[in-house]
């Protein structure tokens, strides 16, 4: 048996009946709080309607006992605890779900929610844990702006996967989305932007999910949208860097704006996370990067919060116990000679500075490591969703589609081969996460067919480091297509490794 559950538990037997759901209602009895929450995924989701019961007439029985230790044959899941690390471990013995916290029982229950089939309740004995704590999933809404129920089919989707992070990649240099008090210049009325209740709300829609937002103030590359609202931030560099630029220690208007913004974010969400950004900052002097980073990386620490960075902020020492670097550069990335030798005008004089990101990258993690810092997995090879699929789609009328969307620097790849990457199980690691970048994203069915069906393929890995022969994999994934039409995302890639014809 292969019913359609993703990601698969670490251990589960099937047995081969199933219960018959009165009216296709599933009746749980548990605390109502989360019944509730379980509820409202199951109608998004799946349309199956959830009701609280009591034991006599429930199809399900919920058992949140703090005394209850998982499955040791599950292995303890890696990573920090970083306050999503709430114990997502659970069992399930046919109709009974144990775990010692509402968030494991949470997931238990997203199991049996996509065990529901016509016929009823598939039963099966499982005993399940994460292999990793973080398990997320970037989102480049400063390319492509998501509104926020947009945003709230993803959070259902990422619940539906046993995903437990959201992060928001809100500034770039094509737009700034966060609405800043005293800079209406960033946000122009008309362009897509987010209020601080727009994003308190959506973290509180998460939380329901058991899912934390990560909001993310991208800084002090990557803010061409910053220079060109207030150019007085560049100080001198402006005229010099036409389609670069960054914010510049020295420039005391420019450390301000970044005080101010990194205060916001940590004003936006409870949880202890922010990102500060960090990445790619190609026209910096590295010594004028590093102390940039270090006084972002002082202003969260200063708010009570942990900052999460890009991998190359590494560089500046400043990560502490507790805080998160997210590595993106995939041994792959390096650009080569004819590249280098190539680059475009306003790079031209920063070939070093673009050597020096990727030949320094081997060091990065284990200097962060030994800092006391964790690292959050998302090397491009697998986890970037802006790679083109090397396999076609079983619809012809997505064949233009892979002419135009994805990044036209990355080799495209099967999703069946994307499932076969390992990672080294060094200590250390926060866990892993996707990242859709939006440069060529139009709309929301572009969206779905760079995310589907490849996200619950990552979701897989990050969960489950058993490989099954990948038929049965593409299989149970298949079987989700009407969820993803329901949430919205009926855009999504036929790939053939999933679809076949
Ligand atoms: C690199 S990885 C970026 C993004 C791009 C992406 C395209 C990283 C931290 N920065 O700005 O959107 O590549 O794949």
Redesign the pocket.
């Known amino acids: 048996m292969n019913p359609p559950v993703v990601p698969v538990p670490q251990r589960i037997t099937w047995t081969a009946t199933a219960r018959h759901l009165e009216g296709g209602v599933l009746r749980v009895c548990g605390p109502s709080p989360l019944v509730d929450r379980v509820a409202d995924l199951a109608a998004r989701c799946a349309g199956v309607k959830v009701l609280l019961a009591g034991p006599d007439d429930a199809d399900v029985l919920v058992d949140v006992d703090p005394s209850w230790r998982p499955d040791p044959a599950c292995g303890v899941p890696a990573g920090l605890d970083p306050g999503l690390g709430d114990d997502e471990c659970f069992e399930i013995d046919r109709r009974t779900v144990r775990a010692a916290t509402e968030a494991g029982a949470y997931r238990a229950l997203t199991v049996l929610l996509q065990a529901v089939t016509p016929d009823g309740l598939l039963l099966c004995t499982a005993a399940d844990a994460p292999a990793l704590r973080w398990r997320g999933l ?1 989102l ?1 809404v400063a ?1 492509h702006f998501l509104t926020v129920a947009e945003l709230e089919s993803i959070v259902d989707l990422l619940a539906w996967y046993r995903l437990n992070v959201l992060h928001l ?1 809100l500034t ?2 094509q737009a700034w989305r966060l609405e800043m008090p005293g800079r209406p210049a960033l946000t122009p009325a008309g362009s897509g932007s987010y209020t601080a209740a727009d994003i308190a709300g959506l973290a509180e829609y998460a939380r329901r999910r058991h899912i934390t937002l990560l909001p993310e103030i ?1 800084m002090p590359g ?1 803010v061409r949208a910053v220079l060109t609202a207030y150019p007085g931030l560049a100080g001198e560099q402006a005229a010099a860097l036409p389609g670069l630029g960054h914010l510049r220690p020295g420039v005391p208007a420019a450390v301000e704006f970044a005080e101010e913004a990194v205060d916001l974010l940590c004003s936006l969400v409870p949880t202890p996370y922010v990102h500060v ?4 900052a190609f026209s910096m002097d590295p010594r004028e990067y590093a102390a940039f980073v270090r006084l972002l990386h002082r202003r969260v620490h200063a708010n009570g919060k942990r900052p999460v960075a ?2 190359e902020a590494s560089r500046a020492r400043s990560f502490t116990a507790g805080d998160v670097l ?1 590595q ?2 995939s041994p792959g990335d390096a650009p080569g000679p004819e590249v280098l030798d190539r680059l475009p005008p306003e790079y031209a004089g920063f070939r070093d500075v673009l050597a020096a990101t990727f030949d320094e990258a081997p060091q990065d993690l284990p200097r962060t490591i030994a800092d006391g810092a964790s690292v959050l997995l ?1 090397p ?1 090879y697998p986890f ?1 969703l ?2 083109r699929y090397a396999e076609p789609s079983a619809d012809a009328s997505q064949e233009a589609l892979m002419s135009r969307l994805g ?1 036209a ?2 080799p495209a790849e099967r999703t069946s081969v994307l499932y076969d990457w390992v990672w080294d199980d060094v200590p250390g690691i926060a866990g892993a996460q996707a ?1 859709l ?3 060529t994203i139009d709309d929301f069915a572009d969206l779905a067919a760079l995310l589907l069906p490849r996200l619950p393929v990552l979701a897989e890995l990050m969960w489950n480091r058993q490989r099954q022969p990948w038929p049965r994999v593409a299989a149970r994934i298949a079987a989700h297509a009407r969820v993803w039409n329901r949430l919205g995302l009926s855009g999504y890639y036929r790939s053939v490794d999933v679809f076949p014809e």
Do not use: K, P
Request: charged share 30%.
């Open positions: 970037t480049d390319r990649h770039d240099n991208d990557h950004g960090g990445d790619e890009w991998q997210q993106w550069i998302s491009s970037y802006d790679r990044h620097g990355y990242a970048w939006a440069e």
